[in-house]
């Protein structure tokens, strides 16, 4: 995952890690639009894995 996918800019000079832990009241982990940006998501569902690949989505038709 590169920066731009975890970090966001909440003011000038001020970045935060967009990313949520889990807790035992919500135990599910949860991939949102900025960590999906230009990546590839593939599931495999006979294996139970799930794997990200860098893509370029803007020059994709």
């Known amino acids: 995952m ?3 996918n975890a970090f966001v ?3 000038e ?3 935060c890690l967009a990313i949520e832990v ?3 009241q919500q135990p ?3 991939l949102g639009n900025l960590a ?3 990546i590839h998501v593939g599931y495999d569902l006979d294996a139970g894995t799930v794997t990200f690949a860098g893509a370029d989505c ?3 038709s």
């Open 2 to 4: 590169k920066p731009e």
């Open 9 to 11: 800019t909440v003011q």
């Open 13 to 15: 000079g001020t970045l």
């Open 22 to 24: 889990t807790t035992k």
């Open 28 to 30: 599910v982990s949860i």
């Open 36 to 38: 999906q940006q230009n």
């Open 58 to 60: 803007a020059g994709s």
